[in-house]
């Protein structure tokens, strides 16, 4: 009996060194996958690619963080507002590659985790000068805020690993002002085959608040920010491949400040209510992506919460009458991709 005893305690022993070899092998070719993650992923074919690293809102939601978009072109990569940061990494990406950020303007859940992508672009990149932020009038007074809440935590790093590793010049974001005005669309960024523009869409009361228009090598993507139908919105995405655009559904933000009403959220109730006045419905953006004639309509900055399944049925509505084309509610995660020289859309996930 004890020598069976001593014989299962020796397997179980055995079992437990190999569980934490396996573990500890498993652990290292992550990390080690993680910090190999560049650009040249090899189904990352030339051309324009999007990511939602955060697909929601304010609202939690168990799929979709706060609003962060990735856009790949070519070899230069970006961010559309940064309210949410942790799945750069977990979509396969390097924060220490980030070309320059685009903001649409200035709710806290659509710049909440720029002062986290400033430090881990600087961190990651070794990089010698300060992160491009671009964005509307307001933005210096942004970036300098969040450079003075990191200022600290920047003299540490560099101190701790040194000039080598962090320069000093290249900590946090160096602000650039976007002037737009009326129905114009101006060039924010120009490179070989690249152009991003900006035009301003409507999100009274904040003002002024932006989209952009992405077009690299034949292919283009408008991202919307947040706005109510825009005639501006309408005229700039004519005829563009992929329109990412906000979406909030009436009927079950009705819903919300009904049951708020009803367990005496005074305050919560005010809010859903507010906020119908300053988004899009699904059905709304639908008409819209047939006016202008995309291809291709994805949401985000979904509001509400979509917590249960079958609920992006109930969000879209009736906005499948009105756009032909594919219609996509967005998750964290989802990755288009469309290839120069073709017409493809392709979409999958990346988490």
Not at 82 to 100: E, K, Q, R, T, Y
Not at 179 to 205: N, Q, Y
Request: net charge negative; with cysteine; proline share 5%.
């Amino acid at each position: 009996m004890k020598k069976i005893s001593v014989l299962v305690i020796l397997l179980l022993g055995l079992m437990l060194v190999l569980r934490e070899q396996t573990t500890l092998f498993l652990f290292g070719k992550g990390i080690e996958m993680q910090m190999a993650a560049s650009l040249q992923d090899p189904d990352l074919v030339d051309g324009l690619h999007l990511g939602f690293c955060g697909a929601g809102s304010p609202l939690p939601d168990p799929d979709r963080s706060a609003p962060c978009t990735i856009v790949i072109a070519g070899e230069d990569m970006f961010l559309f507002d940064v309210g949410s940061s942790h799945n750069i990494g977990a979509m396969g990406f390097v924060a220490g590659m980030l070309d320059s950020v685009f903001l649409t303007h200035f709710h806290s859940d659509h710049i909440g985790d720029l002062g986290e992508v400033m430090l881990q672009r600087w961190v990651a990149g070794n990089h010698t000068n300060p992160l491009p932020v671009y964005g509307p009038a307001g933005v210096t007074k942004v970036v300098d805020g969040f450079n003075m809440a990191y200022g600290f935590d920047s003299d540490y790093r560099t101190a701790h690993h040194g000039e080598t590793i962090v320069p000093t010049s290249g900590k946090g974001g160096k602000a650039t002002q976007i002037d737009v005005s009326g129905d114009e669309l101006v060039t924010v960024t120009k490179k070989e085959d690249l152009r991003i523009s900006a035009f301003l869409v409507d999100h009274a009361p904040v003002l002024p608040a932006i989209g952009y228009r992405i077009d690299y090598k034949g292919r283009s993507i408008v991202i919307s920010g947040d706005t109510v139908r825009s005639d501006n919105l309408i005229r700039h995405a004519r005829g563009a491949d992929l329109l990412v655009h906000e979406g909030l559904s009436m009927k079950l933000v009705e819903l919300a400040e009904e049951k708020a009403k009803a367990v005496g959220q005074k305050t919560m109730e005010k809010i859903f209510f507010d906020i119908r006045d300053y988004h899009t419905s699904p059905e709304d953006v639908a008409k819209l992506a047939d006016e202008a004639g995309v291809r291709y309509l994805a949401f985000n900055h979904i509001v509400p919460m979509l917590p249960l399944p079958g609920m992006k049925e109930i969000f879209l509505g009736n906005a499948r009458r009105y756009f032909n084309g594919p219609i996509h509610v967005g998750s964290d995660g989802d990755f288009f991709s469309l290839p120069a020289g073709s017409d493809d859309i392709r979409k999958d996930n990346r988490l």
